[in-house]
């Protein structure tokens, strides 16, 4: 039986933290270790079988093969991507929804969700190095699953994203995505919503529209773009070689994308990975799906749906911490002239 | 002569970032490379002298010996702490304040402030193992610095942060504090102000206080007390043993403690830190002070100064960079326990 974590909330500022201790550790096992960087064997690898309790999988050709009546040999050699369920999850499906609940001056629920990873088969090819087709498969798995998770009850929002490299926190170096879907709107993402509905009631235009018009118009900060995407170091980039890609149709929901419009989402992403790699070396990075919650629906007709790149090109210290306000050592304008040269 | 900095506004969330470039490297300095983690030798450290461009010092005993008139072999010998100017300031002063401008749909101002390093003597010495008269000059440094900076034209608040180890961003080994004076309030400080407002609004009282009150009562959370400070793990931590001091009496600003209340935080947060050294093998962390603005006067009559402490035990993923939402795997309650018994 798997422990519930708590959401606990900040009575100061409102922000949701969890307490997932169903993912539990002894106080001594944090003490500080030397880690070896390298990829894990193949041989003691989690992700190296079709697993079946798989809630998805496709086959190389992109066919449904979900193992519902458990994994044949057939599928065991032909299966590319598959979806389980986390095996530590920070989130844990009830049959009822939390109820809000107060401990003196605090307040908390139980950290009701979901928790799945996406799991490719090769054990050690990242997206940068996989083709078209393939991530095109890895985002209509992401899509798939997100549209099963948003009719759960409870949900509110879906967390779609990605660790490459121990420095951005992957544990396990078998490429893998993962899908959170929990029961409170996040509060960077309420952030987000607040400041996109504020711009939209004034100018009555979506201010991310505004702003790819004037990427495009300026130039300076793109770096790759399709028939569907632009790839840019954002104006207000949060680290040095921030990348953001943006759907240039106004659409507030990723789960909207049509099969045409997933595989210009695969070739943005994965020449923008591709560029990153080959000009910073391989750097460890985190990227992640910001799309309207599924909350109410999803109506929110003044958001617009897009992915975002955080390469660990600088470790937030004292003052990002402290404050929220980060500091880029170089400027995206520099970063995206770099990156723009580099092949994918 | 420098860069100046650039403060740069996100037109969705509000929220600033600085691009200092006067930090400057080129684009392949970000390329990933395996750096070994050791303490730099003395011969090559910067914080080795006491700088004849010291803004103030102090000797063995606590008296100042600012070298204003330059550096004596006699203050050569005596100094313990200096603040210096940061040779690489993301923050750089001008003779005018900064003007709000825009370039299309984007604001952005100059990065005006100050950017200062506080140096103490001891080559190796971290603050968990310096006695508490010693901690008591660190703090008295930040005071008397803080009490300089604030009467600056632009400033409109100070962080004092301190990083020790590389995984926390202290690029230098030598144990160091820094000092950051900035034209514009914090997010996440801008957050905290108003839900500490929110809170003194509905309910006439300071709701740092209301947790004090509860976490004495209830006993769970504390590591350390003493006649004026109470050491804890808040209710909700965003990192596992995340550590809090606060002053029990209530003061919104920082720059208010007496010399005796400055004795009494030098205790609390030398323990504090000895006990998390002890329990976790030294681990990196990041400790800050967060008080009122300087803005308006500092009239924050609802805001309690603290200090928080942040230490390096988790990486922070794609989840938590996506949502806001940190994962604790140990709960706050087991931290306290494991850190109350840990000998400072």
Request: net charge positive; aromatic share 10%; charged share 25%.
């Amino acid at each position: 039986m798997r422990n519930i974590s708590e959401l606990r909330q900040d009575p100061v500022t409102g922000d949701w933290v969890v307490v997932a201790t169903g993912r539990a550790h002894r106080p001594n096992e944090y003490a500080r270790r030397r880690v070896a960087e390298r990829s894990q064997p193949k041989s003691s690898c989690p992700f190296e079988r079709l697993l079946p309790e798989a809630v998805l999988a496709y086959d190389t050709r992109g066919e449904r093969v979900t193992p519902t009546a458990g994994v044949r040999p057939s599928l065991e050699r032909s299966w590319w991507i598959e979806v389980v369920l986390n095996k530590y999850p920070a989130f844990v499906p009830t049959t009822v929804c939390p109820v809000p609940r107060a401990i003196g001056p605090y307040h908390w629920q139980d950290g009701v969700g979901f928790h799945e990873v996406v799991v490719t088969r090769d054990h050690q090819r990242s997206i940068a190095r996989m083709t078209t087709a393939e991530v095109a498969m890895v985002l209509r798995a992401y899509r798939d699953r997100y549209l099963v998770l948003k009719n759960e009850k409870c949900v509110r929002f879906i967390s779609i994203f990605h660790n490459h490299g121990r420095e951005a926190g992957a544990t396990v170096s078998h490429p893998h995505s993962q899908i959170i879907a929990i029961p409170v709107i996040p509060p960077d993402v309420a952030r987000s919503l607040r400041g996109s509905r504020g711009y939209y009631r004034r100018h009555r235009r979506c201010v991310h529209c505004v702003m790819l018009e004037f990427e495009r118009r300026q130039g300076w900060r793109i770096i790759h773009e399709n028939e569907a995407f632009l790839v840019i170091c954002p104006y207000v980039s949060r680290q040095a070689f921030e990348i953001r890609i943006f759907p240039k149709r106004h659409e507030p929901a990723f789960e909207a994308a049509s099969e045409d419009e997933l595989r210009a989402a695969a070739d943005a992403l994965q020449t923008a990975l591709a560029k990153l790699a080959r000009g910073l070396n391989n750097p460890a990075y985190n990227f992640f799906i910001h799309t309207a919650p599924t909350a109410r629906g999803g109506r929110a007709p003044y958001y617009h749906w897009h992915i975002e790149i955080i390469p660990k090109t600088a470790i937030w210290a004292g003052f990002e911490i402290a404050t929220g306000i980060e500091i880029a050592t170089i400027s995206p304008e520099s970063a995206a002239a770099f990156l723009r040269k580099q092949s994918a």
